[in-house]
Nanobody, 120 residues
Framework: EVQLVESGGGLVQPGGSLRLSCAAS????????MSWVRQAPGKGLEWVSH????????FYTDSVKGRFTISRDNAKNTLYLQMNSLKPEDTAVYYC?????????????WGQGSQVTVSS
């Protein structure tokens, strides 16, 4: 059974930090590109950050550049998102996403989400 389980969310004051983790199981984690995607209250999904399967290429949406860092540990089948200098507008449910492009069709998996609330 494929599972992506996020953890590490919570309530934090503006300027604070959190680290999200996404534990993967049931598929070959090291073959998949991974992303963090968030959904703020009343808004649509917003892609936040992406890392390739090897972990040597990363990308960020402009609003989090310089504040968030994505990383992965393929030996532990885990994806991370270090979030620093958090702002109220970072409040959202954060989802991890696994994606694999294949000739016979792509594969995609989602976690259940982790709530991050930035408020004083």
């Amino acid at each position: 059974e494929v599972q992506l389980v996020e953890s590490g969310g919570g309530l934090v004051q503006p300027g604070g930090s959190l680290r999200l983790s996404c534990a993967a199981s049931g598929f070959t984690f090291s073959r998949y590109a991974m992303s963090w995607v968030r959904q703020a209250p009343g808004k649509g999904l917003e892609w936040v950050s992406h890392i390739n399967s090897g972990g040597d290429n990363t990308f960020y949406t402009d609003s989090v550049k310089g504040r968030f860092t994505i990383s992965r540990d393929n030996a532990k089948n885990t994806l991370y998102l270090q979030m620093n200098s958090l702002k109220p507008e970072d409040t959202a449910v954060y989802y991890c996403n696994a994606y694999l492009v294949r000739l016979e069709g792509s594969l995609e998996y989602w976690g259940q989400g982790s709530q991050v609330t930035v408020s004083s």
